[in-house]
């Protein structure tokens, strides 16, 4: 069992950063691959990046990709989203996620992830 618990979203112009983090109790965290999803209102939930359990691999989004970075601290039982050049259409509720198996085939996939957080929200208006 994983619990995971999501922290840093706010209010932002376009062009600023912010940096999200997922907080995970459990014992076994370093053997879980990470992913950050996002959903806005009346919308499909969002594939943002995700993370292999060993922190060796990353995977983006397409929309996201040079602007956002994802990464862990396994000894702390962490996982954080640090996004720049942030723009309206980042505007979501983020989720951090978890999965035994979330960085095989089927990475991206939401149905593939164990474990979800609460979500924090993140605005980027002018």
């Known amino acids: 069992q994983v619990q995971l618990v999501e922290s840093g979203g706010g209010l932002v112009q376009p062009g600023g950063s912010l940096r999200l983090s997922c907080a995970a109790s459990?014992?076994?965290?370093?053997?879980?691959?990470m992913a950050w999803f996002r959903q806005a209102p009346g919308q499909e939930r969002e594939f943002v990046a995700a993370?292999?359990?060993?922190?060796?691999?990353?995977h983006y989004a397409d929309s996201v990709k040079g602007r956002f970075t994802i990464s862990r601290d396994n000894a702390k039982n962490m996982v954080y989203l640090i996004m720049s050049r942030l723009k309206p259409d980042d505007t979501a509720e983020y989720y951090c996620?978890?999965?035994?198996?979330?960085?095989?085939?089927?990475?991206?996939?939401?149905?593939?992830?164990?474990?979800w957080g609460q979500g924090t929200q993140v605005t980027v208006f002018s």
């Open positions: 996620a978890a999965s035994l198996n979330g960085y095989g085939p089927g990475v991206g996939d939401p149905n593939v992830m164990d474990y």
């Open positions: 459990g014992r076994t965290f370093s053997s879980y691959d």
């Open positions: 993370i292999k359990y060993s922190g060796d691999n990353t």
